[in-house]
C-alpha cells in the first residue's frame, strides 16, 4: 500500500507539474494572442515612437492577465516594450519562428530567464509580419502554484492511505476470521494438504453444485465412476452414471451407505448437502467399492448371529436350579435354529445330585426335542449304552470334545451301537450330526447330541465351534443344578434329622405339625413338643436367619440348648434368657474365632407351657409372632402377648403372657414364612390365617393340611414350621390335693388320705411305694423347708406326687455315710419312683416324683442294702 501512494504522490506530482506548465503556456498564449491581435498593435508599431504606445498597454495587459510578462517586439526581435526597462531595445532571443509568422508556446531557458512563454506575430492587413508579442511566465512561478497545491495534494494522499490501510485492517481482520486465523503459508500448506489428501484417499469425493454440475471430483471417484476427462462443469445427467446414481445425486437429498451398482462395482453411497455447513447449494457425495465387503458382510452377518444366539442362550439355559430342566432348556435353546433334533443324556449319578463317576458308558436320556414328529430317536428316560468304541459318541466321550460327522448316509461307524435304529434314522431323514461331551470342572457329566434332517444343510467346522460353546454353557449350569441339588437334600435330611422324628405320647394336648423347607434351600425353622413333669407340655417354634445347611446345622445347636434348658423345667420367660444369653456367648466366641457360621443372633423363639389340670398355658416368645387362639366356639384372637427381642440381642428382661384355654381350644404356633411372601404382607397373611383356621371342627391335622394347601405358594421363598396344638384337660378326679400343716405330725394323716385316694383309684398295688415316696417328699419339705405345705396327686397315664413348700432350698441326692442319720430319704425316692425332680415356682418349689402304672416299682435291693450298710 505505501508504494502504490508513493507512486500515486510522484504521479500526482508529475501531473501537477506538467499541468501547471500546461495552464502557463495556455494563459500566456492567451495574453499574447489577445494583445497581437488587437486593432491598435499593428497601426502602434508603424508608428514613430512605438514604445510610448505601447508600453503602457503591455503593462496593463500583463496584469490583466496574470502573466509575469508581456514584451512587444519589432519585426526584427528588439523589444519595443518590457517590464524591465533595462531590456527595451535589447533583441529577444530564439523568436525567429514568429518572425517567419508562426505563433508557437515554449518552454524558454536562457536569458533574461527561464519562462513558459507564448510567442505570437503581428500581422498587417496584407498578413506581412510587422512585430512579435511574446508573453510568459517565468519558470519559478509556474513552480510555485505547484507548491501553494502540494499541501492539498499531500492531505489527499495521507487522507487517502488511512482509508487504505483502515480498509486494508478490515479486509485482512475478515480475511484472518474466514481462515481462522491461518496465515498465507499456512493456507497454502493447507492447500496442499488438502488437494493431497483429496486425489490420495481411497474413497471418491464428487462435489455438485447446486445446478447438478460436477465442481469437483477426486482420482478415486474418477476411477469408480469411470468420468470423463471434461466432467468438470458438465451436469451429473450427462456423465452416464447409471439411472440409480443419477437419480441420487440428482434428488440432492442425503444418504447414507446407500449400495449402487455402478458398471460392475456396487458403491456405498453417502450424500450430504454442503449448504447447511456454510457453503454454497450443492451436495458432496463420496464413493466407496463395497464389492469385496459385501461377501464379507455376509460373513460378519453370520458371525453376528451365531453371537447373539449364544447370548440368548446364555440366558435362556439355567435360569432353575433343577438338573432336568436345564437340560430341557438346552434342547429348547438349540431347535430349531441349530438342529432339527437335540438329545441330552445325563449320568445317573448326576441326576441324583452325586458326584459323577468315570464310568460314562451308560446314561439315561434327559432331554429330547424335536422340531417336528414321527421320528424314531429313543424317549426321554432310556438307557444309553456306549459300548462300541469307533462310534461318535464314544469318540467324543475319549477325547473330550466334539465330533462332527457332516453325511451320516456315507459314514459307518456310527451304526455299529445300533444299526437297525440307525439304518431308521437315516429312513426318516437325519443325515447330519454333532456330538458333544457335556464337561465341566474336568469332569463328563452327559452327552448332548445335535442332529439335522432333510431340508437343512449339512453341520460344517464353524458349526462345532458353536456346538461346544453351547454345551459348555450348559454343562456349567447343569454342574451347578446338581451341586444344588446335593447341597440341597444334605441340608433337608439334617433339618429333618434335626427336628423331631415324631411327637411324643402325652395326653395333655392333640398335636399335629408340618415343615417345609423353601424351594430356594433349607432354612432354620424349626418346632418341637416336650413333655414336662406334671402332665404339662412344652410347645416351641422358632426361626434362624438365614439359609442352607449351616442354618440346618445353627438350628440343630438352638434346638439342643432349647431342650437342655427345658430339663431344667424352668419357666418360659426364664428358659428364653437363658436362651438369650448363650446365643450373645456363642456368637462372640464365634466371632473371636473368625468362624464362617451362620450367626445365631437374630433367631426368633417362642416358648410356651400349657399345664392340663387347669387349662393354663404360659406364653414367652423372642422377637416371633405371636401364635392363633381358636376357641371351641371357632371364633379366632391373636393374643397380644409381651413381646421381647430376638435372642442374642441383649438388654432387655424376657416377660411371659399368661392364657386360660378352655377344653377343645386350638392353639396355633408358625413361623414367618406361613404368612409372609412376596406378594402378600404380614397383615394379610394373619387375615388370611384367621379365616382359614376359623372352623370349630376342624382336627389340628385337618388345621395343618388346610393351611399348607392355601396359605403357600407353589414355590415357597422361605421355609415353615407349623405346629397346631388342641387342649385337653385333666378330669378332676383325677386330681387330688392337701394343704399340709408345717408339723410332722401330719404326715401319717396325709399319708392315709393318700391310701384312701389311690384305692379309690384302684391303685393298691402303688400304694406302698407311693406311701413311701410321699412321707420321705413330705418330712423333708416340713423338716428343710418353709410353709406353705401342699401335697397334690395327679392321675393320668402315670401317677405324679408332687410335694410343695415356700422354700427355694433345692435338695439333692447323695451318699449318706454309716454315721449319719439322715440323707436316705430322696435315695429312696429315686429307687421307687420312675423318675424324680424339682422345679421351682413364683414362690418356692416343687419336688415330683412319677411312677408308671403297669408296673410295680422294682428297687435295687443290694443298692438299699448298701445304702443302708447292711
Known amino acids: 500500500m505505501l508504494v502504490l501512494v508513493a507512486v500515486a504522490v510522484a504521479a500526482l506530482v508529475v501531473q501537477g507539474q506538467y499541468d501547471a506548465e500546461r495552464s502557463a503556456m495556455d494563459r500566456s498564449l492567451a495574453a499574447a494572442e489577445a494583445f497581437a491581435h488587437a486593432p491598435g498593435t499593428a497601426l502602434a508599431l508603424r508608428s514613430p515612437d512605438p514604445t510610448a504606445r505601447l508600453q503602457p498597454a503591455a503593462e496593463q495587459a500583463r496584469k490583466g492577465a496574470g502573466v509575469d510578462f508581456v514584451s512587444v517586439l519589432d519585426a526584427h526581435g528588439v523589444r519595443l516594450t518590457d517590464p524591465d526597462p533595462a531590456l527595451i531595445g535589447t533583441k529577444a532571443e530564439g523568436v525567429g519562428r514568429a518572425i517567419g509568422g508562426e505563433t508557437y508556446t515554449e518552454t524558454f531557458h536562457g536569458r533574461p530567464t527561464d519562462a513558459v512563454r507564448a510567442v505570437v506575430p503581428v500581422t498587417d492587413a496584407s498578413r506581412r509580419v510587422v512585430g512579435i508579442v511574446s508573453a510568459g511566465i517565468q519558470y519559478a512561478n509556474?513552480?510555485?502554484?505547484?507548491?501553494?497545491?502540494?499541501?492539498?495534494?499531500?492531505?489527499?494522499?495521507?487522507?487517502?492511505?488511512?482509508?487504505?490501510?483502515?480498509?486494508?485492517?478490515?479486509?485482512?481482520?475478515?480475511?484472518?476470521?474466514?481462515?481462522?486465523?491461518?496465515?498465507?503459508?499456512?493456507?497454502?500448506?493447507?492447500?496442499?494438504?488438502?488437494?493431497?489428501?483429496?486425489?490420495?484417499?481411497?474413497?471418491?469425493?464428487?462435489?455438485?453444485?447446486?445446478?447438478?454440475?460436477?465442481?469437483?471430483?477426486?482420482?478415486?471417484?474418477?476411477?469408480?465412476?469411470?468420468?470423463?476427462?471434461?466432467?468438470?462443469?458438465?451436469?451429473?445427467?450427462?456423465?452416464?452414471?447409471?439411472?440409480?446414481?443419477?437419480?441420487?445425486?440428482a434428488a440432492g437429498e442425503a444418504a447414507t451407505d446407500e449400495v449402487i451398482p455402478a458398471g460392475d462395482r456396487l458403491l456405498a453411497v453417502n450424500i450430504r448437502p454442503t449448504a447447511p455447513f456454510g457453503g454454497a447449494q450443492g451436495l458432496v457425495a463420496t464413493f466407496r467399492d463395497s464389492t469385496e465387503l459385501r461377501a464379507l458382510s455376509g460373513q460378519a452377518e453370520v458371525a453376528r448371529g451365531r453371537l447373539a444366539f449364544l447370548y440368548e442362550a446364555g440366558v435362556r439355559i439355567g435360569t432353575t436350579l433343577d438338573v432336568r430342566r436345564t437340560a430341557e432348556e438346552l434342547s429348547e435353546v438349540a431347535v430349531p435354529r441349530m438342529a432339527d433334533f437335540v438329545t441330552v443324556e445325563l449320568l445317573d449319578s448326576v441326576l441324583r445330585g452325586e458326584e459323577p463317576t468315570s464310568a460314562v458308558r451308560e446314561m439315561r436320556r434327559t432331554a429330547?426335542?424335536?422340531?417336528?414328529?414321527?421320528?424314531?430317536?429313543?424317549?426321554?428316560?432310556?438307557?444309553?449304552?456306549?459300548?462300541?468304541?469307533?462310534?461318535?459318541?464314544?469318540?467324543?466321550?475319549?477325547?473330550?470334545?466334539?465330533?462332527?460327522?457332516?453325511?451320516?448316509?456315507?459314514?459307518?461307524?456310527?451304526?455299529?451301537?445300533?444299526?437297525?435304529?440307525?439304518?431308521?434314522?437315516?429312513?426318516?431323514?437325519?443325515?447330519?450330526?454333532?456330538?458333544?461331551?457335556?464337561?465341566?470342572?474336568?469332569?463328563?457329566?452327559?452327552?448332548?447330541?445335535?442332529?439335522?434332517?432333510?431340508?437343512?444343510?449339512?453341520?460344517?467346522?464353524?458349526?462345532?465351534?458353536?456346538?461346544?460353546?453351547?454345551?459348555?454353557?450348559?454343562?456349567?449350569?447343569?454342574?451347578?443344578?446338581?451341586?444344588?441339588?446335593?447341597?440341597?437334600?444334605?441340608?433337608?435330611?439334617?433339618?429333618?434329622?434335626?427336628?423331631?422324628?415324631?411327637?411324643?405320647?402325652q395326653d395333655a394336648l392333640e398335636?399335629?405339625?408340618?415343615?417345609?423347607?423353601?424351594?430356594?434351600?433349607?432354612?432354620?425353622?424349626?418346632?418341637?413338643?416336650?413333655?414336662?413333669?406334671?402332665?404339662?407340655?412344652?410347645?416351641?417354634?422358632?426361626?434362624?436367619?438365614?439359609?442352607?445347611?449351616?442354618?440346618?446345622?445353627?438350628?440343630?445347636?438352638?434346638?439342643?440348648?432349647?431342650?437342655?434348658?427345658?430339663?431344667?423345667?424352668?419357666?418360659?420367660?426364664?428358659?428364653?434368657?437363658?436362651?438369650?444369653?448363650?446365643?450373645?456367648?456363642?456368637?462372640?466366641?464365634?466371632?473371636?474365632?473368625?468362624?464362617?457360621?451362620?450367626?445365631?443372633?437374630?433367631?426368633?423363639?417362642?416358648?410356651?407351657?400349657?399345664?392340663?389340670?387347669?387349662?393354663?398355658?404360659?406364653?414367652?416368645?423372642?422377637?416371633?409372632?405371636?401364635?392363633?387362639?381358636?376357641?371351641?366356639?371357632?371364633?379366632?384372637?391373636?393374643?397380644?402377648?409381651?413381646?421381647?427381642?430376638?435372642?442374642?440381642?441383649?438388654?432387655?428382661?424376657?416377660?411371659?403372657?399368661?392364657?386360660?384355654?378352655?377344653?377343645?381350644?386350638?392353639?396355633?404356633?408358625?413361623?414367618?414364612?406361613?404368612?409372609?411372601?412376596?406378594?402378600?404382607?404380614?397383615?394379610?397373611?394373619?387375615?388370611?390365617?384367621?379365616?382359614?383356621?376359623?372352623?370349630?371342627?376342624?382336627?389340628?391335622?385337618?388345621?395343618?393340611?388346610?393351611?399348607?394347601?392355601?396359605?403357600?405358594?407353589?414355590?415357597?421363598?422361605?421355609?415353615?414350621?407349623?405346629?397346631?396344638?388342641?387342649?385337653?384337660?385333666?378330669?378332676?378326679?383325677?386330681?387330688?390335693?392337701?394343704?399340709?400343716?408345717?408339723?410332722?405330725?401330719?404326715?401319717?394323716?396325709?399319708?392315709?388320705?393318700?391310701?384312701?385316694?389311690?384305692a379309690a383309684w384302684e391303685l393298691e398295688q402303688t400304694a406302698f411305694a407311693t406311701e413311701l415316696i410321699l412321707s420321705e417328699l413330705l418330712t423333708n419339705a416340713i423338716r428343710y423347708g418353709a410353709?406353705?405345705?401342699?401335697?397334690?396327686?395327679?392321675?393320668?397315664?402315670?401317677?405324679?406326687?408332687?410335694?410343695?413348700?415356700?422354700?427355694?432350698t433345692s435338695p439333692r441326692l447323695r451318699r449318706a455315710a454309716t454315721t449319719d442319720e439322715g440323707g436316705r430319704g430322696l435315695f429312696l425316692v429315686s429307687q421307687f419312683a420312675d423318675i424324680w425332680g424339682v422345679r421351682y415356682a413364683s414362690r418356692g418349689k416343687v419336688i415330683w416324683a412319677e411312677q408308671t402304672l403297669d408296673r410295680a416299682p422294682e428297687p435295687d435291693v443290694s443298692a438299699l442294702f448298701d445304702m443302708m450298710d447292711f
Open 142 to 249: 509556474v513552480g510555485n502554484v505547484l507548491h501553494k497545491q502540494l499541501p492539498l495534494l499531500l492531505g489527499a494522499v495521507a487522507g487517502a492511505l488511512v482509508l487504505a490501510t483502515g480498509g486494508a485492517a478490515l479486509v485482512s481482520r475478515r480475511l484472518l476470521r474466514q481462515t481462522h486465523g491461518l496465515g498465507p503459508v499456512e493456507m497454502t500448506r493447507m492447500y496442499e494438504h488438502h488437494d493431497a489428501v483429496l486425489h490420495a484417499v481411497r474413497e471418491g469425493v464428487l462435489i455438485v453444485g447446486g445446478d447438478g454440475r460436477v465442481l469437483l471430483g477426486n482420482d478415486e471417484a474418477r476411477r469408480l465412476l469411470d468420468l470423463p476427462d471434461d466432467a468438470d462443469q458438465r451436469h451429473v445427467t450427462e456423465l452416464g452414471l447409471g439411472p440409480a446414481l443419477t437419480r441420487l445425486l
Open 368 to 505: 429330547l426335542r424335536a422340531a417336528r414328529g414321527g421320528h424314531t430317536l429313543q424317549p426321554v428316560g432310556d438307557v444309553i449304552r456306549f459300548v462300541m468304541a469307533d462310534t461318535p459318541m464314544v469318540v467324543a466321550l475319549h477325547r473330550g470334545k466334539a465330533v462332527l460327522v457332516p453325511d451320516l448316509n456315507t459314514a459307518q461307524d456310527w451304526r455299529a451301537q445300533d444299526p437297525e435304529g440307525a439304518r431308521r434314522a437315516l429312513a426318516y431323514g437325519i443325515h447330519s450330526l454333532i456330538t458333544v461331551p457335556l464337561r465341566a470342572r474336568g469332569v463328563v457329566l452327559g452327552m448332548a447330541n445335535f442332529w439335522r434332517a432333510t431340508g437343512s444343510p449339512r453341520y460344517e467346522e464353524e458349526d462345532v465351534a458353536v456346538a461346544e460353546e453351547l454345551v459348555a454353557r450348559a454343562a456349567v449350569a447343569i454342574d451347578n443344578a446338581r451341586r444344588y441339588d446335593r447341597e440341597h437334600a444334605m441340608a433337608v435330611t439334617l433339618q429333618r434329622n434335626l427336628l423331631p422324628l415324631g411327637l411324643p405320647e
Open 511 to 758: 398335636v399335629a405339625s408340618r415343615y417345609l423347607p423353601a424351594q430356594s434351600g433349607v432354612g432354620g425353622d424349626w418346632f418341637d413338643v416336650i413333655p414336662l413333669p406334671g402332665f404339662r407340655v412344652a410347645l416351641v417354634v422358632g426361626d434362624i436367619v438365614g439359609h442352607g445347611l449351616q442354618a440346618a446345622v445353627t438350628m440343630g445347636r438352638l434346638r439342643t440348648a432349647v431342650l437342655n434348658f427345658s430339663s431344667l423345667d424352668l419357666a418360659p420367660d426364664e428358659l428364653l434368657g437363658h436362651l438369650d444369653e448363650m446365643v450373645t456367648r456363642l456368637d462372640t466366641q464365634s466371632a473371636t474365632a473368625g468362624d464362617d457360621r451362620v450367626p445365631l443372633t437374630g433367631a426368633t423363639c417362642l416358648y410356651a407351657i400349657y399345664d392340663p389340670v387347669g387349662g393354663h398355658c404360659t406364653v414367652s416368645r423372642a422377637g416371633h409372632l405371636a401364635p392363633a387362639v381358636v376357641d371351641p366356639q371357632g371364633r379366632v384372637t391373636f393374643p397380644d402377648l409381651p413381646l421381647s427381642p430376638p435372642l442374642g440381642v441383649g438388654g432387655h428382661p424376657f416377660e411371659a403372657g399368661e392364657l386360660e384355654l378352655p377344653e377343645g381350644s386350638r392353639l396355633v404356633l408358625f413361623t414367618d414364612g406361613l404368612i409372609e411372601h412376596r406378594g402378600r404382607d404380614v397383615d394379610e397373611g394373619l387375615a388370611m390365617l384367621s379365616a382359614t383356621i376359623a372352623d370349630a371342627g376342624l382336627t389340628p391335622e385337618e388345621t395343618c393340611r388346610l393351611l399348607v394347601d392355601r396359605m403357600l405358594p407353589e414355590h415357597p421363598g422361605d421355609d415353615v414350621a407349623l405346629l397346631v396344638a388342641r387342649t385337653r384337660l385333666l378330669h378332676p378326679s383325677c386330681v387330688a390335693a392337701w394343704d399340709v400343716p408345717f408339723d410332722v405330725e401330719a404326715v401319717p394323716r396325709v399319708r392315709g388320705e393318700v391310701s384312701r385316694r389311690l
Open 787 to 808: 410353709p406353705p405345705v401342699r401335697v397334690r396327686l395327679l392321675l393320668g397315664r402315670t401317677l405324679v406326687c408332687e410335694v410343695s413348700d415356700g422354700s427355694n
